[in-house]
């Protein structure tokens, strides 16, 4: 083949771009990958999870020795925030991951291109350098992975200094004295709790009378909970209406949709945080034929396949949950396929996640879509302020929640909040791949004391069998 002859073009080198890319140049594909930024790794590297998790760290560092490390006898004055260096460390994460991707394209040979990428044609590929130049790739598949992008109100438009999304939210220039949070969902309540905890007041004001969406909204009390008691203002059931951007903020408008109350409110900053859209624009879908579901989705089938021959999509722009561990799993299962094999994802264990304080980790089905459902279910339900290594650690809020099928017992869903729930998920994850019951958890060995044999009692308190510790 030719340096423009590939068996496997790929647009869009964030997590289900690179990851799929690598699979299959271990598969033997001659790969490309082609990203319009100077970086790889897309909105989760550079802008979305790996940036805000380093600023959540931080922050829950700053806040420790602020509030709670007096409690274990460590005496910490006048603690001080360096802006500038925890941003520095927040540019630098994100750079060595970055350039981490970078390393792996080479390692597996896989030919990356900086530009825009459209499809012109059958097995045609067109990339238009950041110069203005155009080159012509052919290949025998192409993957569109390009990704998602923020969802912009008319009258809130981004000029990510005043008005943010959750780029300009990772990247302010200090911290905000107030800030407005326009969405109760992931993205709103991990950014509004970085600042909150730097000294910023924030109010989330959500549409909906819910926080977290679909989230198990025992666990989201419980962060809510969480949340107001370190300061946060949280208006449910309310809608912004409009906002007017002043010399030393923005001043918005909302009114309460419970009793038609309308208020308004100034701030320093407002984040916009209303949800992602799919990232399409410029890539030659239109002009090629491929078919999107209203959503603005690209329409695939169970092989990812598109109505266009040798047209494939993966990640954000195909239904399903916008994470980068759902976006990955798709771009190993479609190599996989390309090269011959049987590629699967199993979206019944794909977990979600909210990175607060308390964290909140969630995989299967609640309880309300049980119900919903008409399933016949038995709940165990285990709080970590009874077990030791919490009460060691000093952080006892939150519980572990497993639903399981009555009549076979097969784990149906888990749904934690408190610490480290973000790791715990996965056991609970793991033994459902396997088709795992509720009486296989709570028979496996956890050491003690940890915090993992909270799962292990919330899942023999599926059948009444729980120990207090």
């Known amino acids: ?58 922050s829950e560092h700053y806040q420790a020795a602020q509030h709670d490390l007096a409690a274990h006898g460590v005496k910490v004055s006048k603690v001080e925030l360096d802006f500038n260096t925890m941003m520095a460390r927040k540019d630098k994460v994100v750079k060595t991951n970055t350039e981490g991707i970078a390393f792996l394209f080479k390692k597996n040979k896989i030919t990356p291109f900086t530009g825009y990428g459209k499809i012109v044609g059958a097995g045609k590929v067109e990339v238009k350098g950041n110069d203005g130049n155009t080159q012509v790739l052919t290949t025998k598949n192409i993957v569109v992975a390009t990704g998602s992008a923020p969802v912009e109100l008319p009258f809130l438009k981004y000029d990510e200094k005043r008005i943010v999304s959750n780029t300009g939210a990772l990247a302010l220039s200090e911290v905000p004295k107030t800030m407005v949070v326009v969405g109760g969902g992931v993205i709103g309540l991990e950014l509004g709790s970085v600042w909150q905890r730097l000294g910023a007041k924030v109010t989330v004001i959500e549409y909906t009378a819910r926080l977290g969406g679909p989230m198990d909204q025992d666990c989201m009390n419980v962060l809510k909970k969480g949340l107001e008691k370190e300061g946060m203002t949280i208006l449910t059931s309310t809608k912004v209406t409009g906002s007017k951007t002043l010399n030393d903020g923005v001043e918005i408008t909302y009114e309460s949709l419970t009793d038609g ?27 090629m034929g491929v078919q999107k579901d ?22 954000d722009v195909i239904a399903g949950p916008m994470l980068a561990h759902k976006a990955e799993e798709e771009g190993v299962a479609l190599a996989e396929i390309l090269a011959g094999g049987a590629g699967h994802v199993n979206y019944n ?43 060691a650690k000093g952080y006892t809020e939150g519980f572990v929640k497993i639903i399981a099928d009555k009549k076979t017992d097969k784990i149906l869903g888990a749904h934690m909040v ?31 004391p940890t915090l993992s044999e909270v799962v292990r009692e919330a899942a023999l308190a599926v059948e009444k069998r729980q120990r207090q510790m």
């Open 1 to 58: 083949m030719s340096d423009t002859q590939f068996d496997l073009i790929i647009i869009g080198s964030g997590p289900g771009g690179y990851v799929g890319a690598i699979r299959a140049a271990q598969l033997g594909l001659k790969t490309a990958v082609i990203e319009k930024d100077k970086t790889y790794g897309g909105t989760c590297l550079n802008v979305g999870c790996i940036p805000s998790k380093a600023l959540l760290e931080s």
């Open 261 to 287: 109350k309308a208020s308004s409110m100034k701030a320093d900053v407002v984040l916009v945080a209303t949800g992602r859209k799919p990232f399409t624009t410029g890539v030659g879908l239109e002009e």
């Open 294 to 315: 209203p959503q603005g989705r690209i329409i695939v089938d169970h092989h990812y396949r598109t109505n266009v021959a040798g047209i494939y999509a993966i990640g």
């Open 349 to 391: 264990t794909v977990p979600g996640v909210i990175y607060t304080h308390p964290e909140i980790a969630s995989v299967g089905i609640t309880e309300e879509q049980a119900k919903e459902q008409g399933l016949e279910i038995n709940v165990g339900k285990f709080p970590f302020m009874a077990n030791g290594r919490a009460r």
């Open 418 to 448: 408190g610490p480290g729930v973000s790791e715990l998920i996965h056991e609970v994850i793991v033994c459902m791949e396997f088709g795992g019951s509720s009486e296989d958890l709570a028979r496996s060995f956890h050491a003690h």
